[in-house]
């Protein structure tokens, strides 16, 4: 298997893309710490664990510091080492720039951008003592070509790329690659609130159906795959990149 006697670490774990990520990483072979505030999380653990895999949930706030040193430090006691940091915990906020309050932009700078950076930091120490680390950070579509009244979320997955493209090269001699994925629209619950938030949900999702040009919606696993990729010593040689997942969609909004 590709990650075998590898340990990694998945924020926002508990559903969506998160859960695909921590399954995919634990059938190929990882041991897989996994983070979030959601209680649902131990749930997946258990899954894996009892799938014949190597899973532990350690609840906390990604955007917190001393919750973050805790999460990593415990993936060294409980593993011994630490191969893959991916950086998944999300939170959006479908409100344009005029009607997003200080403490909504500072909650999601805090647990979409800010937390990118805690973990990084704190887990940067043990990946360099892996002859394999491997960051992947899990940015958006909205980093590039975003719409309307997504103010907050598309600055902070702008943030994502950037501090991804700095920071592979601040550990490129270590030999830790840091790479991102970008999204499109997939089906998770980030998906379905945004859904709760239209008037006619029918016409709208005909309309998003219309702007991909591979005809559906994504899956969590689609992305779970880049992912594992990234991860894994396929892509040995690729740091500092960005990677696209999202059924062709950037490539069409990005020339309307």
């Not at 990694?8 to 399954?23: D, F, K, M, N, W």
Request: charge should be negative.
């Amino acid at each position: 298997m590709r990650l075998a006697q590898r340990a990694a670490i998945v924020t926002g774990a508990a559903q969506g893309i998160g859960r695909a990520t921590a399954r995919r990483l634990a059938e190929e072979g990882a041991s897989v710490l996994l983070v979030d505030v959601d209680e649902s999380a131990q749930r997946v653990a258990a899954d894996i664990t009892s799938a014949g895999g190597t899973a532990l949930f350690v609840r906390g706030d990604v955007s917190d510091e001393k919750a973050v040193t805790k999460a990593v430090q415990a993936a060294r006691d409980t593993f011994g080492r630490l191969d893959v940091l991916v950086n998944n915990a999300a939170m959006t906020l479908p409100k344009g720039l005029e009607e997003t309050a200080v403490e909504e932009w500072d909650r999601v700078q805090a647990v979409n951008l800010r937390s990118v950076y805690l973990f990084m930091k704190a887990a940067a120490p043990h990946l360099r003592e892996s002859d394999a680390g491997s960051v992947v950070n899990v940015a958006s579509f909205h980093a590039s070509a975003t719409i309307e009244n997504f103010a907050a979320y598309a600055a902070a997955k702008s943030g994502v790329v950037g501090l991804t493209r700095s920071s592979a090269l601040d550990l490129a001699p270590a030999g830790v690659r840091v790479n991102a994925v970008c999204p499109g629209i997939i089906e998770t619950a980030m998906w379905q609130a945004w859904l709760d938030e239209v008037e006619d949900v029918e016409s709208t999702v005909a309309e998003v159906l219309k702007l991909q040009p591979l005809g559906r919606v994504g899956l969590p696993v689609d992305v779970a795959n880049a992912i594992l990729f990234l991860a894994s010593d396929e892509s040995a040689y690729i740091t500092g990149t960005t990677l696209y997942v999202d059924g062709g969609v950037t490539a069409r909004l990005s020339h309307v």
